[in-house]
């Protein structure tokens, strides 16, 4: 196996049933990981079955210390990776997900030197292999790292708060509970418990400003709560927000119809198509019904039901534009032939689109008309005793049923 594949199938979303069977592999070792760690604690369980459970555990070691050494090889073959290969190696092993496979390989080293029932308590580190897997998570960490500054200030607001609140009830309470309020550090244990709302009740204020001042910190402790809680939801609102618009922008970019646009049209286009999927034989636009939106192909292939034969669009190609432009009916009925992810442009966004950008307005004005003669024409052509437009063109399996 060659190391840039080898590094492919490691990857988190890699394709592919190596990939798929490797991920199966390590996420069912993990599993087994954590299952020894917990039995290893319960007496009984390592009674019944050291044995098997000192096998298990090998194992489950000696596979973290290989795949830390196979994505320790695989390194040097990461995307944009241009380093010699030692230095590719280093910055893999100084990165986060390098340190967290050291970590899982961590209970095998530890065994050799302490032994299995020492080690094995340091299993908890395997779960966090989870994490790359997880995209949830990799959305929580971006969430994290872009709304830092206003988690920090919410922080450094609880760090004045809960300090204030000590100083005061230390103030207010330090004759009446010397012990639980002798001092500002040991008022702190008060603040921290009042201020969270976890309210333990271990010590409480006696003077009638403690009881008040009580009352002030648990309010503030809801509102800090509250603004992390804000921030991290519009944090994570706009990372949906990001992720949607990368995903339509790499869907823009297969459409050949937008190769030659720029980077700046391209993301106006952007914000305004929206992905959608379709089965096998879904009716996509119906003959006679309002348009009210055109679509682009990404892949997957469509059928546009037309007399005498029917058109087949693939990826690159658009349709649903002439009832837009014209105000008229749909002038065809278009079926999925294959499993198609459509860009979908509404009304309203299209005569935006038009109207901004001159150049893509003529490219679809002229397909519209381009078609609208040649079905036109075809519809001459065809025999008078067959020229019934309302009927759409059977698809091939209709017309075997029939
Ligand atoms: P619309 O009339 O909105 O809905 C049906 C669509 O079928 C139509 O827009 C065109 O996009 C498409 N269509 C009509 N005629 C042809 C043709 N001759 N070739 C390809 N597509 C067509």
């Excluded at 990368?246 to 198509?273: Q, S």
Aim: positive net charge; glycine residues 8%.
């Amino acid at each position: 196996m060659t190391r840039d594949r080898l590094y492919r199938i490691m990857q988190p979303e890699a394709p592919g049933r190596a990939a798929r069977t490797l991920r199966g592999v390590h996420h069912a070792i993990v599993a087994l990981g954590i299952g020894i760690l917990l039995a290893d604690t319960e007496a009984q369980m390592r009674q019944a079955y050291d044995t098997g459970l000192d096998v298990a555990f090998h194992f489950v070691c000696l596979f973290f210390a290989a795949e830390y050494a196979a994505r320790l090889v695989a390194a040097p073959s990461a995307p944009g990776e241009h380093r010699p290969a030692w230095r590719s190696r280093l910055a893999w092993a100084l990165s986060l997900g390098g340190v967290f496979d050291l970590l899982g390989a961590l209970p095998g080293l530890l065994d050799i030197q302490f032994g299995r029932g020492y080690a094995s308590l340091f299993g908890f580190v395997w779960v966090f292999k989870l994490i790359r897997y997880s995209p949830g998570l990799t959305s929580l960490r971006r969430v994290i790292s872009d709304a830092r500054h206003a988690l920090l200030s919410v922080l450094l607001g609880f760090g004045i708060v809960l300090l204030a609140a000590a100083s005061l009830a230390y103030l207010a309470e330090r004759h009446a509970q010397p012990q639980a309020f002798g001092s500002i550090p040991a008022a702190l244990w008060w603040a921290i418990a009042t201020l969270t709302t976890t309210g333990y009740g271990d010590v409480v204020p006696h003077t009638l400003m403690g009881r008040m001042l009580a009352g002030v910190v648990m309010v503030s402790g809801i509102l800090v709560f509250a603004l992390w809680a804000g921030i991290l939801a519009s944090g994570y609102a706009e990372e949906t927000r990001r992720r949607a618009f990368l995903r339509t922008w790499d869907l823009v970019a297969k459409v050949p119809f937008f190769h030659n646009v720029g980077a700046a049209v391209i993301a106006e286009v952007t914000r305004l198509l929206r992905p959608r999927d379709f089965p096998a034989r879904a009716f996509i636009i119906r003959r006679g019904e309002p348009g009210d939106c055109m679509y682009f192909i990404v892949s997957g292939e469509v059928e546009v039901r037309l007399r005498p034969e029917a058109r087949r669009l693939t990826a690159g190609d658009f349709f649903g534009e002439m009832a837009l432009l014209s105000g008229a009916p749909r002038s065809a009925s278009i079926v999925a032939v294959t499993p198609c992810t459509l860009l979908s442009l509404d009304i309203v966004h299209f005569r935006e689109l038009l109207g901004r950008q001159p150049e893509l307005a003529r490219a679809i004005r002229e397909e519209a008309r381009r078609r609208e003669s040649a079905d036109a024409q075809a519809r001459r052509r065809e025999p008078a005793g067959l020229r019934r437009t309302d009927q759409p063109v059977p698809t091939a399996s209709e017309a075997s049923d029939s």
